[in-house]
């Protein structure tokens, strides 16, 4: 019998897809706001439903995407550790990785270059072309100034920046923390709490310094703990999408809640901070990054356990493909809103606007980013995911015809 036929089967935890795909929305509904300012109170009937504060401070679920990814990482690792399963070759987790980022991330640096940049002539000089460039295309542009704070090709592309980052180094950082898991993610949360501690107090502008790695470290140290606090419920209380009791369901419903209304609260913090100018605002970010993971990471285990109609809400078709498409709507959304209020709007928008143009350019931008982000995800990422696994497949193929021949 082969490998893969008695490899254990990967888990699929539907409730992640769905707060993937919210944490996503949250932070492109934050830059679509951005751009049009669409006032975040609405009236419903003799409701009135106010999420300004969840709309200005919504950039902070970029925190819970690297949470989410430090629990996914970590999983396989965490799961070995209470069964036999396999660990993630290195070359093939660096191959998964690259195969999935990779073509998606590049596409969006050259169009941006191509259609953008250069035609609307945003570049000051030569030499800061080929620095944004160049940095965009190593994974290094947060360590450069212009092309971090200034970027002409795509703001958001920091995060992808940091994951790649922490790709490089997570067999290390999974395998040590496999062996000693105590130790390894003491030492991941010290060190990310004393590089915000130094931020924070030390350095008075911090704009450079709040979204480098070492300040998500404890963030990614959560997700892992998180992964092994779900493998140790799983084997004790078994499958959770199986047969629970009901004080099981009903305890993860609690524990769901109440991490949403612990997020809700610090929400409400940033929010403040976030008014009182970009300085505290960074700061706000600071403070509040460990308690809003340990919440997000609580709300996420819940959730996990909690009862089948609950969890369909973040598990069902219209989640997954949101979940599915959540790259490239991610990488895309925002240079679509800056382009489309420039170019597609009157002169003087969003200033001059009234409620329902701004209700107009916040659709248009969510259905476009849909759009794009479906074009990139079935046309061009998962075709190119394909090609490449398929590719080093045939190379590992006709190696090893050539040592067989060599041998002979």
Request: proline content about 4%; glycine content about 6%; hydrophobic content about 50%.
């Amino acid at each position: 019998m082969s490998s893969e036929a008695t490899r254990p089967a990967k888990w699929d935890i539907g409730v992640l897809h769905g707060f993937r795909a919210i944490m996503v929305l949250l932070v492109a509904n934050f830059h679509i706001w951005q751009q049009g300012w669409l006032w975040q109170i609405f009236q419903i009937g003799p409701i009135t439903l106010d999420v300004d504060y969840v709309t200005r401070s919504s950039y902070i679920f970029v925190d819970g995407m690297i949470l989410l990814s430090g629990f996914l990482l970590f999983l396989p690792y965490a799961r070995a550790m209470e069964e036999p399963y396999p660990l993630p070759k290195v070359g093939t987790f660096y191959l998964n990785r690259l195969a999935r980022i990779v073509p998606s991330y590049v596409a969006s640096v050259l169009l941006m270059l191509v259609l953008v940049a250069i035609p609307q002539n945003l570049f000051y000089s030569k030499q800061a072309l080929h620095l944004d460039l160049w940095s965009h295309l190593t994974f290094t542009h947060t360590f450069f100034y212009q092309p971090y704070q200034y970027s002409q090709l795509n703001g958001v592309l920091w995060t992808v920046v940091i994951e790649m980052q922490m790709y490089l180094l997570f067999p290390l950082i999974g395998r040590c923390a496999k062996k000693q898991p105590v130790w390894t993610l003491i030492v991941m949360t010290g060190l990310g709490w004393l590089y915000r501690v130094v931020v924070y107090y030390r350095v008075e502008e911090t704009a450079m310094l709040i979204n480098q790695l070492p300040a998500f470290l404890d963030v990614y140290a959560i997700g892992m703990l998180g992964a092994i606090v779900y493998c140790r419920l799983r084997k004790l209380l078994g499958d959770p999408d199986g047969k629970q009791s009901l004080l099981i369901r009903l305890s993860g419903l609690m524990m769901f809640v109440a991490g949403l209304l612990l997020v809700n609260s610090i929400l409400h913090l940033q929010s403040t901070a976030g008014v009182q100018g970009f300085a505290e605002l960074r700061l706000g970010q600071l403070r509040h990054r460990l308690p809003l993971a340990l919440s997000l990471m609580g709300c996420m285990l819940g959730a996990m356990f909690m009862p089948a109609a609950f969890r369909w809400l973040l598990s069902n078709r219209l989640m997954r493909f949101l979940a599915a498409i959540s790259y490239n709507f991610y990488i895309w959304h925002q240079v679509l809103a800056v382009q489309m209020a420039q170019h597609w709007f009157p002169e003087g928008f969003p200033q001059t606007a009234e409620r329902n143009l701004q209700w107009a350019f916040t659709v248009l931008c969510f259905s476009v980013s849909v759009l794009v982000a479906m074009a990139f995800t079935y046309g061009l990422e998962q075709p190119c995911t394909k090609w490449i696994h398929q590719g080093v497949q045939r190379l590992k193929r006709k190696n090893h015809s050539a040592k067989e021949e060599c041998s002979q």
